[in-house]
């Protein structure tokens, strides 16, 4: 017997980040929790990513925090975070950022080197957060 779920789904696209590069959605909403797609470091003005790691991390994040804004809840309502990197090396920095960034409840967490990312990002990053 299938299973019937009695809770909508709610998409959240929000014109003050990038415009999204395929088929999916800024963020799921389903319940009280928020589940944030990749994020990169796209700016949304110039639609660039800039060269150096430290401000990829900042601006991903702010492009995530935004969405999560949208959707009703905040960086301090994350639960999980995944981050992602093309060069381990990096990960010093991207830590000194996410401790100030994440500084009230540091979430479960999951850090991981990959060989590619959209548009030849050196980092992103998806939240689960709750509203």
Known sequence: MEKKYNKPL???????????I???VQAMIYGDLVFISGQIAIDPVSGKIPSDIETQVR???????IILTQAGSSLKRAIKVNMYMTDLDDFPTIN???QELF??????RSC??????????NFEID???AK
């Open 10 to 20: 709610q998409s959240i696209m929000d014109e003050n980040t990038p415009m999204i």
């Open 22 to 24: 395929g088929p999916y």
């Open 59 to 65: 601006q991903a994040i702010k492009n995530a925090e």
């Open 96 to 98: 000194r950022i996410y």
């Open 103 to 108: 500084n009230i409840s540091y979430p479960a």
């Open 112 to 121: 991981m080197e990959v060989s590619r990312l959209p548009g030849g990002a």
């Open 127 to 129: 939240i689960v957060a």
